[in-house]
């Protein structure tokens, strides 16, 4: 079927190298951020998140960053491996609210 | 396991002929949504539900509809379903507003 990656910005890196996945949101408001991740055929999947009282924050080989003066989010992925490669989408809510508005994501392909 | 489960996972259907695609979450979240995926188009709200009897609309709610009348079970109606209804859909759920949704793997429908 046809895949969900087609038309998607796509990031190249070779295994090992850190990568980093940009995101501009585009509500002011929004006051709560979160990566996802999604593999073929699979639903998206959680990866982190950030609350706008935060700057950054740092998982497993995962770092958000937020600048909520440039409405932007960036990932960044460290020492990335195959299994990375997927469609990372960011999303967007206020706080109080159920909807979450996702961005349109950016494919990463990592070779070996 | 946590999990949302939905069914079922590959449907073809024709123009006209109601169907439901069911979900269930096993996490006694109180947010349940749905969202279509398109390529170019990325993750859209179609419905949500904040608690048992409360739905609301999201992005894209024409043709669809919903129904919340336990916790745990939240499914799509499509009445009468058109070839631009064909998509990947899924369902996900959430503790609230303040954290990211849990996503099923998927349920891909063709409307010829």
């Known amino acids: 079927g046809e895949s969900v990656g087609l038309h998607l910005p796509t990031l190249s890196v070779q295994e090992g190298d850190n990568s980093i996945i940009n995101c501009a949101y585009s509500n002011s408001a929004s006051d709560y951020f979160i990566w996802y991740k999604q593999e073929s055929g699979k639903g998206p999947q959680f990866i982190i998140d950030i609350r706008s009282n935060m700057d950054k924050r740092q998982g497993q080989r995962v770092t958000v960053l937020l600048n909520k003066t440039v409405k932007h989010l960036s990932l960044q992925i460290a020492a990335t491996q195959p299994g990375d490669s997927a469609v990372y989408f960011c999303a967007e809510n206020k706080i109080g609210y159920s909807t979450l508005t996702f961005g349109k994501g950016t494919m990463l392909l990592v070779s070996p | 396991e946590a999990q949302v489960t939905q069914n079922p996972r590959y449907l073809i259907t024709v123009t006209g002929k109601k169907l439901t695609v069911t979900c269930s979450q096993n996490?006694?979240?109180?947010?349940m949504s749905w969202y279509r995926q398109d390529p170019g188009l990325g993750l859209r709200q179609i419905y949500y539900?904040?608690?048992?009897?409360?739905?609301d609309k999201g992005d894209v709610p024409e043709g669809y509809k919903v129904s919340r009348k336990e916790k745990r079970n939240f499914p799509l109606i499509l009445e009468s379903p058109s070839p631009n209804q064909t998509s990947l859909y899924f369902c996900?759920?959430?503790?609230?507003?303040?954290?990211?949704?849990?996503f099923g793997s998927g349920t891909r429908l063709t409307v010829v």
């Open positions: 539900s904040m608690n048992v009897e409360v739905t």
């Open positions: 996490m006694n979240h109180e947010y």
């Open positions: 996900a759920s959430s503790a609230g507003a303040n954290y990211g949704y849990t």
